[in-house]
């Protein structure tokens, strides 16, 4: 591991210029895969072993290969940018410093696909990162890098930049979808799939920003070179990003299956004032945290982390130390679900309320015996009962926080039970109504 270079984050100066990116080789993956036929390309990515790096890990050749090589309708590229997980900001890094090379995957992606139109979706708030990725694909249609007939070959395609509004559910790719058409961003029923039936009843494919930018080294490197880098199951380097009570935040490139210890010690910088660790978030907020007992040598890779009932995600880490009074983590976290539910699906509509009701609750002063039941009950409704992920996504913080820090749940409610009633009023008058 210690002779590994970085594949998306090179240490490059003015690597987000045009100029920088093509003298370092830019732009030369691209210009191979012109030579290729579609079928050598998705076969090269599929023996990468890439996965997506938006969460589902989902193999990436296999899904370009669903796309259908002949259509009597359009076909589309969405590229996932809208990155609302909380924890999460590796896209932002790679808007910011190494914009090419993931329009480069981009290009390869639709060359790969017969795809002539790619939307790049960001969500609102990256306001100065989709500037500068704007900046970047002016940069490219001016080389005739993108556009008609690309380097004089027959090739064509356009990409844009769709602004999003700012909402969560987007990150879903069929609500992805339904935001790009200027619809509600409200996940669709499945079948059928985006690869037959996806923008504008077209078929389309969904990638995220990461999994794109991995695209140009494997062609030029070869997907047996990719999938030699970290794990066999989950090859290739992640961006693991580092935040909560480390003393270097911030975003690591490394292989796949390095040891969360090693992120959080060696490279993060250990916890701040020498603090012992209580929780971990392994890939975003919605990910099933972790206790201080299962972080010792665990391998940071979807697999290893199954072990441990928990994903990565999207690869963002929350180290938080022993001071944290975990009902209130997962009571933000939740609250942060309530208000982003789209509503469509009962159990997650009404469910995200009634556990941040419970949750606030507890926390307050006011829990009862029987509210950690029925927290358990409530998440466990939620869970694979709604159209999309967003209901485990919500249900899954609440129940393995139960499930691993029962007694800090217990604390609070035997807290609350043993409260005087004067004080009980008092903060009853005071609770949070949702």
């Known amino acids: 591991m210690s002779d590994f270079q970085p594949i998306i984050l090179k240490n490059i100066p003015d690597y987000h210029n045009i100029e920088v990116y093509m003298k370092n080789g830019g732009y030369g993956a691209f210009k191979k895969a012109l030579k290729m036929t579609p079928t050598e390309i998705i076969e090269e990515v599929k023996k990468s072993g890439l996965r997506g790096r938006g969460g589902a890990c989902f193999p990436t050749g296999m899904k370009w290969s669903f796309m259908p090589q002949k259509s009597d309708k359009p076909k589309y590229l969405c590229c996932n940018g809208d990155e609302s997980e909380p924890a999460s900001f590796k896209d932002r890094e790679i808007f910011e410093k190494n914009p090419h090379q993931f329009l480069e995957g981009t290009l390869i992606a639709c060359l790969a696909m017969g795809i002539k139109t790619a939307y790049i979706y960001i969500r609102g708030e990256y306001y100065p990162w989709i500037v500068m990725l704007q900046k970047a694909l002016d940069d490219a249609y001016a080389k005739g890098l993108v556009g008609k007939n690309i380097l004089g070959s027959d090739f064509s395609t356009d990409i844009y930049i769709h602004r999003g509004a700012g909402a969560y559910i987007c990150g879903e790719e069929t609500a992805l979808l339904n935001s790009i058409e200027g619809k509600r961003g409200m996940p669709r029923f499945k079948p059928p799939f985006p690869a037959n039936f996806g923008l504008w009843g077209c078929p389309t494919t969904i990638n995220n920003i990461e999994t794109l930018a991995n695209i140009s080294p494997i062609i030029d490197n070869g997907g047996e070179w990719f999938s030699k880098i970290g794990e066999p199951k989950h090859a290739g380097s992640l961006l693991y990003g580092l935040s909560g009570h480390i003393n270097k935040p911030g975003i690591y490139e490394l292989p796949s299956g390095t040891l969360l210890t090693d992120l959080i010690y060696k490279y993060g910088g250990g916890?701040?004032?020498?603090?012992?660790?209580?929780?971990?978030?392994?890939?975003?907020?919605?990910?099933?945290?972790?206790?201080?007992?299962?972080?010792?040598?665990?391998?940071?890779?979807?697999?290893?982390?199954?072990?441990?009932?928990?994903?990565?995600?999207?690869?963002?880490?929350?180290?938080?130390?022993?001071?944290?009074d975990i009902v209130k983590v997962i009571k933000r976290i939740t609250q942060f679900y309530y208000h982003e539910s789209c509503g469509q699906c009962t159990p997650c509509r009404e469910g995200c309320g009634w556990m941040l009701k419970i949750l606030d609750r507890i926390d307050k002063g006011m829990g009862r015996n029987e509210d950690i039941d029925l927290l358990k009950d409530v998440a466990n409704n939620i869970e694979g009962n709604t159209i999309c992920a967003f209901g485990d996504a919500a249900a899954w913080p609440v129940k393995w926080a139960i499930k691993k820090f029962m007694p800090d749940f217990e604390k609070k409610v035997r807290e609350s039970v043993d409260l005087p009633i004067a004080n009980k009023v008092h903060s009853l008058r005071l609770t949070h109504q949702v």
């Not at 010792?296 to 995600?313: A, F, P």
Request: overall charge negative; glycine content about 12%; proline content about 6%.
């Open 271 to 324: 916890v701040k004032d020498n603090k012992k660790i209580k929780m971990i978030i392994p890939g975003g907020s919605s990910m099933p945290p972790l206790t201080a007992d299962e972080i010792e040598g665990l391998q940071m890779d979807n697999e290893h982390l199954k072990s441990v009932n928990s994903y990565i995600g999207t690869g963002g880490i929350v180290v938080m130390n022993e001071d944290t």
